[in-house]
Every structure is written in structure tokens, then in C-alpha cells.
């Protein structure tokens, strides 16, 4: 082959998936080199998004950061606000609240984590606090205060991190514009049929209803739950995790926003699901994720706007699917992303992140028109990783709950877990400590937060922590606890600091 430099990317599917691809890669490969590429996105105006990805996790920063953008402008541009975390209601028991907040509970103490040290005081010290007091970003969040992490020694001004809530579709609207500036063509039409090369199955191009035809070298399949390239011509298969996860139905409604305006998302667990709350400057955005075999969707809608903390802006929208994912989601010449890829309800906000890691881990294997085969391998067997280790992460929310008030969950405590989550859970309640499948994925204080926040309590602890004099530990959380509370309040509100550094415009 004389030249196996690939020459053109064809992107089908828009929406915030196929945006999310095209604009790294034509900040890469679409500008006048040697190594130029042609990138076309093919997107259809009949076919919408399903835009439920409008909160994410901390690694969406250093994306924008890698496309140069601004912080600031990017959030007036898609109505966004600051996330701290997750506040969870009614998940494991009614009546109950926990945070799972961005960040660690503390700096280590003599090499063992924070909250081991907090195991054992709680065994020694009466009326101990909870261990989310030293929580930074949980503290934060109750408080309703934000500005970003200083720099500097590590301190309690330092000691979380931050994601965002957006519009998903203002945020594809403003990819868009940055890759169509950086040399990024759009072509808009409905793609009827897809062309495979005869003598090896690879996609030689799409075929348009108008009679177009857009060929390429490589396909990056967009187009959502129709997986019209992977599934569709290249047959990869579906594994369906609807045992482990049953939810399988969604309505979504924005309402008019409330102030104060809260820096985290709010998941509140109902009778055959949870209903998601995420503030934004215009609107507030809101949907109610269930389980079809537990409660019919006009009363899934009713809980739905019952649920609402102002007044609704639009009727309710029905979502479907089935959780899960493609068994390769890079074969031959199409690499999927975004729900042609998989689907894991959007219970920690991942769905964009498995967007942007895919579109990381294709340019970090980008092929050449070869199509090396352990590229793809290699590709997949991460992706596999990542998806399987958020699939425990999200059904341990479910598994671990004290809640027998309906068929939901009680189906959730007796049902059957994957021998890792398994694993994962017995490990911590017997020893107080925690097995990480994916050293890239959420970390251990993330774990912790779920496990002890869902009333998870270990049996023992980590027996290096007995060495350290038990009053200096106790001062020392002391200390921490008061330079906590005093730095957040120091801070703004998070309304105020909007209004002051990233106030979006009024919207038409």
C-alpha cells in the first residue's frame, strides 16, 4: 500500500456523540499538513438526540481543555452551572441522604487513606461526625457554595474537584462551530444504506435518500440506539445487562429553574426508579428512569411531574432502552460511540464519558488504512473494561438497598451480581477496604461514598491505623474539620459566582 495514511473520516450521527468526535479530531487531523484528513459528519435534522447527558464528571474538564476552550465561555454557551457530585435520596432506605462528592475525605495519614482512619475513631469517639464532614465538595454542596480549586499546597481550598451541568444540545451546537472552523465538513441528509467492500466487508461508504454517496477510510458510528454501522452492517452483538440493571424506560421534562441554584445533581430513588434533577440557568432539567415491568409509563409520567420543584415547560418525553453494550465496538473500519456503542442509565453521569474516552482511546490507536487488528483489540478489550466496571458501579446502587416497599426493589436485593461487584462488596464489609477493576474509572473514595452512604458498615479496618496515637488522630480531624467549614465559608454562593464569571445570555 503506497500510502496507508487514513484520508477521510466519515462521522455518522450528530447530536453530542458525533460532536464530541469530530472536534478533536479536527483540531488533529483536518488542518493543511502532511497528515491533513478529511472529516465529514453526516447527521439528519428529522433524527433527534436523546439528550440526557447533562451532567458529567471532573475528566470533562481536561477534554475542554485539550480543544483550547475557554472555561468561562463555555459555560454561557450551554447554560451550564458547576457540579460538585451527586446528592442521592431515598436510596438505600426512605428517607435517607447521601453525597457522593468529587473529591477525597482528607489527605492520607501516614500512607493509609482518610476515611480508614475514620473507621476506627468511629469504634472510639462518641458523637463522632459523619464521615462526609470531611468531604470538601460535600460540604460545599450543602452550604450551596462554589468557586474552583486554588492552586497552591495541598489545603481545603484545593481538596475537591468539579464537573458541569449543560444543555446537551447547546454543548454539541458549540462543538459544532469549533469543528467546522478547524476544517470539518457537514452533511446534512438520511442515510439510507451502507456500501461494504466485497472483498472484505469493510464500509466503502453511505448511501443518502437524495442519491449521495459519502465514502470513506474510517467510520465512526454515531447514530444512537439504530447502530446502524456497528450492529447493523458490521453485526456486532448486543450484551443486554437488563438483569442486573432493569430499568428500561425513561421520560425526561424540563421545568423553569429554581434559585437557590445548586451546584450537584439530585437522583431520588421511587418505587420502580429514580427521578434525576439537574439546574441549569435557564431550566431546570428533570426525567424519571423506571422499570416498565413495575409501573405503566402515565404513571411513571404522573411520578414524574409530581416530583417537579416548579412548574413544567413542556410535556413529558418517552425514552427507551435496554441496557448494555456492544460485544466489539471497534470492527473492521467503524469504531462506535456514544448508544450505538452501549447504554448505561445515566445514574453517575457516564454517558459522556464514555463519549470522550472512546474518542480518546481511537486517537490513541488510530489506525492507518491497515486496520491493524490488535489496534482494534486493544481498543475493545479497554472499552470492555470500562463498561463492565460502571455496569457494578451503577447496579450497586440498586443491590445494596434496605428497601422492601415495592416489587422494584425487592427484586434488586435478591437478584444476582456479577462475581466482581460480588467480590467488591464482601471485601469492604468484612475488611473495610476496596477492589478497583478499572484504575481509570471511579476511584475509592467514590466507592467508599456509596458503599458506607448505602449503610454499607465494614466489620473491621485496616489494622495499620491502630499504630498512630488515637488523641493526635482525633485533633488532627479536629483541625481538618474546622479548616473545611471555615474555607467554604469563605466561598460564594454558586448562583453569585455564575452571575459574576459565567452568566449566560437570555435564550429566544
Not at 493509609?112 to 468531604?135: F, N, T
Not at 439510507?192 to 472484505?200: H, I, T
Not at 435478591?414 to 475488611?431: G, K, N, V, W, Y
Amino acid at each position: 500500500m503506497s500510502n496507508p495514511f487514513i484520508r477521510k473520516i466519515v462521522i455518522v450521527g450528530g447530536g453530542t456523540a458525533g460532536w464530541m468526535a469530530a472536534a478533536p479530531l479536527a483540531q488533529r487531523f483536518a488542518a493543511a499538513g502532511p497528515d491533513r484528513c478529511e472529516i465529514v459528519l453526516v447527521e439528519s435534522p428529522d433524527i433527534g438526540s436523546i439528550g440526557v447527558g447533562e451532567a458529567t464528571l471532573p475528566p470533562i474538564r481536561a477534554y475542554n481543555r485539550t480543544l483550547g476552550l475557554d472555561g468561562a465561555d463555555f459555560v454561557k454557551r450551554t447554560q451550564g452551572s458547576f457540579k460538585l457530585g451527586i446528592e442521592f435520596r431515598d436510596w438505600g432506605r426512605v428517607g435517607h441522604r447521601f453525597f457522593h462528592g468529587f473529591g477525597d475525605f482528607g489527605p492520607p495519614i501516614e500512607n493509609r487513606a482518610p476515611w480508614q482512619h475514620w473507621l476506627r475513631l468511629q469504634r472510639e469517639v462518641d458523637r463522632l461526625p459523619g464521615y462526609e464532614d470531611w468531604s470538601t465538595s460535600t460540604v460545599m454542596a450543602k452550604a450551596n457554595r462554589f468557586t474552583p480549586p486554588e492552586g497552591g499546597a495541598p489545603s481545603a481550598a484545593n481538596a475537591y474537584s468539579f464537573a458541569y451541568h449543560f444543555d446537551a444540545g447547546l454543548y454539541a451546537a458549540y462543538l459544532r462551530e469549533y469543528a467546522l472552523q478547524r476544517g470539518a465538513q457537514r452533511i446534512e441528509g438520511l442515510i439510507v444504506d451502507v456500501e461494504l467492500r466485497p472483498e472484505d466487508g469493510f464500509v466503502a461508504a453511505v448511501r443518502l435518500a437524495d442519491g449521495r454517496r459519502v465514502d470513506g477510510d474510517l467510520f465512526i458510528d454515531c447514530s444512537g440506539f439504530r447502530a446502524l454501522l456497528i450492529g447493523g452492517a458490521m453485526l456486532s452483538p448486543y450484551e443486554d445487562w437488563s438483569a442486573l440493571l432493569p430499568c428500561n424506560s425513561a421520560q425526561a421534562v424540563p421545568s423553569e429553574r429554581v434559585d437557590p441554584l445548586t451546584p450537584y445533581t439530585t437522583s431520588t430513588a421511587k418505587a420502580a426508579g429514580w427521578q434525576w434533577r439537574i439546574p441549569l440557568q435557564h431550566r431546570t432539567g428533570n426525567g424519571h428512569v423506571y422499570c416498565s415491568g413495575f409501573i405503566s409509563d402515565d404513571e411513571a409520567a404522573s411520578t414524574l411531574l409530581a416530583g417537579l420543584d416548579s412548574q413544567a415547560l413542556d410535556t413529558p418525553r418517552q425514552l427507551r432502552f435496554t441496557t448494555g453494550r456492544r460485544k466489539q465496538g471497534w470492527v473492521k473500519n467503524v469504531v462506535a460511540l456514544g448508544l450505538a456503542s452501549g447504554f448505561l442509565e445515566p445514574l453517575e453521569s457516564t454517558s459522556i464519558q464514555f463519549i470522550m474516552d472512546g474518542v480518546g482511546r481511537l486517537i490513541q490507536f488510530f489506525p492507518d488504512k491497515r486496520f491493524k487488528p490488535h489496534l482494534a483489540a486493544e481498543f475493545n478489550r479497554l472499552m470492555a473494561v470500562q463498561y463492565e466496571s460502571v455496569r457494578d458501579f451503577i447496579a450497586l446502587h440498586y443491590k445494596l438497598t434496605e428497601r422492601r416497599d415495592s416489587e422494584l426493589w425487592r427484586y434488586c436485593a435478591a437478584m444476582p451480581i456479577p462475581d466482581t461487584l460480588a467480590h467488591q462488596i464482601e471485601l469492604f464489609r468484612s475488611t473495610g477496604r476496596v477492589a478497583i477493576y478499572d484504575p481509570e474509572g471511579f476511584a475509592e473514595p467514590s466507592w467508599v461514598s456509596l458503599l458506607l452512604g448505602l449503610g454499607l458498615q465494614p466489620e473491621s479496618y485496616d489494622p495499620f491505623v491502630d499504630h498512630i496515637d488515637a488523641q493526635a488522630l482525633l485533633q488532627h480531624f479536629v483541625r481538618l474539620r474546622q479548616a473545611i467549614h471555615q474555607t467554604v465559608g469563605g466561598m460564594p454562593d454558586h448562583g453569585d459566582y455564575i452571575a459574576r464569571h459565567a452568566k449566560a445570555p437570555a435564550l429566544a
